[in-house]
């Protein structure tokens, strides 16, 4: 277990950009809102004069009810934006790891030292597909926490700009948590949906010698071209249609005008939140009731198999 700890911390010393890249792109966030806190101060649009305000009174929203409104929608939104863009850049970042992380060390002949020492094969590979898996998303998920509460407390400066109560939107842990379970609901899935992906990824870097994005990306579209021009059909395109996009199976009525609904109030008269309208969205059940998920599993524990058997016999002198 110490060997297989000290292989992750490698990866994370050896490829700095796998927890930079998240936490760069949150603080390019925070940098960027507050951009527009100090342009909105200095234009004069905060205050009982100031735009926003008129737009509030437009609105029929009072002073006393920004915070309120903020809290039930603009908040949980952010957040899912903030977790959107954060996630996609780590996954971009994960997905060059996992091209790279196999084909560079028998480019530089790395590989013939790390073959030298007591680590097996099978270590070094889960190795570097538990970091793109599991370390890229926990860090994804750090960051997207932090911001959102950086964002917060923006949003508590700028509710006080505009007359309301802006401490009541420091401290909401119905919120806070939500928006935490929704996210680790959210990664947990892309990385059991995504794993198939991940192992095709690791077994073109060991397999390829040259141009790994071509290779991962070639043989897909042209398995697609030959079944279309042979049977003119389209199954492998829409399977591998839903295995990029299926992951939206694990959604609940997942439209915004749900959405919408559901935070106008239900016919009790509670309000719901939109925070907790996007946690009751996504079901684990429809995952795990979902034969693509185990089919994906099968797939991808070949894939890796593949690539552990190619590293440890292919020659590389």
């Not at 905060?46 to 305000?53: D, K, L, Q, T």
């Not at 960051?143 to 400066?157: E, F, G, L, R, Y």
């Not at 099968?298 to 894939?303: D, S």
Request: proline content about 3%; charged content about 15%.
């Amino acid at each position: 277990m110490n060997a297989f700890a000290y292989l992750i911390r490698r990866e994370t010393w050896e490829h700095k950009a796998l927890y930079r890249a998240p936490l760069i792109t949150a603080v390019v966030l925070v940098a960027l809102a507050l951009l527009a806190l100090f342009k909105g101060a200095s234009e004069g649009h905060f205050g009982a004069a100031g735009r926003f305000f008129e737009y509030l009174q437009g609105i029929n929203v009072s002073p006393d009810m920004i915070a309120q409104q903020y809290l039930q929608i603009i908040s949980p939104i952010s957040m899912a934006a903030i977790f959107g863009i954060i996630f996609t850049v780590g996954t971009i970042v994960a997905v060059f790891y996992l091209l790279d992380s196999l084909y560079a060390e028998r480019k530089n002949r790395s590989i013939l030292f790390w073959k030298s020492l007591p680590i097996s094969d099978t270590e070094t590979v889960l190795s570097k597909l538990v970091t793109a898996t599991v370390l890229v998303p926990i860090v994804a998920l750090v960051s997207v926490m932090a911001c959102w509460i950086v964002m917060q407390v923006i949003a508590a400066i700028v509710i006080g700009l505009l007359g309301g109560n802006g401490w009541a939107v420091l401290w909401q842990p119905g919120v806070l948590f939500d928006g935490i379970f929704v996210g680790i609901k959210f990664s947990a899935v892309l990385l059991l949906w995504y794993l198939p992906i991940a192992g095709w990824l690791l077994l073109v870097s060991v397999w390829a010698r040259r141009s790994v994005f071509i290779w991962a990306v070639l043989p897909p579209f042209v398995v697609v071209f030959v079944e279309h021009w042979l049977f003119d059909s389209e199954y492998f395109a829409i399977l591998l249609g839903s295995r990029i996009v299926g992951f939206k199976f694990m959604f609940r009525d997942s439209d915004l005008i749900n959405i919408a609904g559901s935070t106008s109030g239900s016919e009790s008269g509670a309000e719901v939140t939109v925070a907790e309208a996007m946690n009751q969205m996504v079901s684990f059940t429809n995952l795990l009731t979902e034969p693509g998920l185990y089919g994906g599993i099968l797939v991808a524990a070949g894939f890796i198999t593949g690539a552990i058997f190619l590293r440890r016999y292919r020659d590389e002198t």
